[in-house]
């Protein structure tokens, strides 16, 4: 079934450690989205990716690291988490700008 | 970044229609209108979008000011399962090729039965 996939579904992470949130899309869509929703502020961006090769930052890309060497990929690292980085995750894609985005499930990280 | 003004939330009966409003006064010519919903414990889904022309689809109807500095979004008949938080947000330029969605915290939406 095409769609959009993260991983892991959640995690609970020790403050100072390294994590690798994954996500994969099998549609060939161009644009990749991170964003991390809170309770009471909604879902925020962290960084975005139009194409292969290329990344933006969003409203809240401190802490975090992403790359996209190839369409299908677009992992979001947190080097160092700390628990202020507790949040539900989620990855989305779209073919090009002004089209539909499609939402992965979530991701919920605790940082302890 | 241009911004969007939503209620915080918002009640309605079932079977009767639905106006969400959005403001986006500082919109810009080439901004995309985007609406998506979010069920609880799941990730937001799209609704619709529009640049300046109404639009329909089989979920709702998107109707946008002749000055593009607000849109309504209308579901004809509400069901209980539309009970969601639902988020206005600008597709964005910004600059080159960047695009990027941008949400705010939308309303929540509580259908009675």
């Known amino acids: 079934i095409a769609g959009i996939t993260q991983a892991p579904t959640s995690q609970i992470l020790a403050a100072g450690r390294r994590m690798t949130l994954r996500c994969t899309q099998d549609m060939r869509h161009n644009a990749m989205y991170w964003y991390r929703q809170d309770l009471g502020l909604g879902l925020r961006l962290i960084h975005y990716?139009?194409?292969?090769?290329?990344?933006g930052k969003g409203e809240v890309p401190d802490g975090y690291s992403v790359s996209r060497a190839n369409t299908d990929d677009f992992p979001l690292t947190l080097a160092s988490a700390v628990p202020s980085q507790t949040s539900v995750y989620f990855c989305?894609?779209?073919?090009?700008?002004?089209?539909?985005?499609?939402f992965g499930q979530g991701t919920r990280l605790t940082v302890v | 970044d241009a911004k969007t003004t939503q209620p915080n939330s918002m009640e309605s009966n079932e079977e009767e229609p639905v106006h969400l409003p959005c403001n986006h006064s500082?919109?810009?010519?080439?901004?995309?209108i985007h609406w998506y919903r979010q069920l609880p414990s799941q990730g937001p889904e799209y609704v619709i979008h529009?640049?300046?022309s109404n639009v329909n689809n089989r979920m709702a109807s998107l109707a946008i000011a002749e000055d593009r500095k607000s849109s309504t979004l209308i579901l004809h008949r509400a069901t209980l399962r539309d009970a969601a938080v639902y988020y206005c947000i600008l597709g964005k330029n910004s600059g080159g090729s960047n695009y990027k969605l941008t949400f705010g915290k939308g309303t929540l939406l509580t259908v009675n039965p």
């Open positions: 529009g640049l300046t």
């Open positions: 989305a894609s779209s073919a090009t700008r002004n089209t539909e985005a499609f």
């Open positions: 990716s139009n194409t292969a090769g290329t990344t």
């Open positions: 500082t919109i810009s010519g080439t901004d995309y």
